[in-house]
């Protein structure tokens, strides 16, 4: 990891990402806390599952997000080590295009999902908010995570890079696991 001063980009991406998804998994685990307090005093909450999912749904796209701002998401190397040296430079504009092309389309359709609940006066069944407040994480992942990527190959393109892991390609092909850079 390169010793840079941290950019302003990363740290709204931090802040934005990292804790919007810490804050909804404290959420989650206040919530499920009340439902089961409420079933043992034989009270339970109608609108607790509800809102565990929805706090569920919330967490997984913005954690998503956070995970390329750290380049710790899913890669598949095993084809790139596979090749020549000049076709694994290619890791990095692979890895980049490929990802905002997701993000872009993830991005691009949750608007349509957002823009069809508004219409609709879509609301959630035991809690009273419209569901584009759920709907609305897919389009703001889908900026933050292409604002991570950004500022991961910033801060850390060599992790991106697909150092030389330090194996034969063979044994890489074959192997179940490989681990690079710390990760």
């Not at 899913?74 to 596979?82: H, N």
């Not at 999902?113 to 879509?122: A, G, H, S, T």
């Not at 604002?147 to 330090?166: D, Q, Y």
């Amino acid at each position: 990891m390169n010793d840079t001063k941290p950019s302003v980009l990363g740290t709204i991406v931090k802040v934005v990402a990292d804790v919007a998804a810490g804050a909804a998994c404290a959420g989650i685990l206040l919530v499920v806390l009340l439902q089961v307090i409420g079933r043992l005093i034989g009270s339970p909450l109608p609108w607790t599952e509800e809102a565990t999912r929805f706090l569920f749904i919330w967490m997984v796209f913005l954690g998503l997000a956070a995970g390329f701002r750290t380049v710790e998401s899913a890669r598949v190397v095993v084809f790139l080590v596979l090749f020549h040296r000049f076709f694994r430079r290619l890791a990095v504009p692979i890895y980049v295009g490929s990802s905002v092309f997701f993000f872009g389309m993830m991005g691009w359709t949750g608007l349509t999902l957002v823009r069809q609940q508004i219409m609709m006066n879509e609301t959630a069944a035991t809690l009273p908010i419209p569901m584009w407040t759920i709907g609305v994480v897919l389009p703001v992942s889908a900026v933050i995570a292409v604002l991570a990527i950004i500022e991961s190959l910033r801060s850390r393109r060599e992790v991106i890079a697909l150092p030389e892991l330090g194996l034969p390609a063979d044994e890489i092909a074959h192997a179940d696991i490989s681990i690079s850079a710390g990760h």
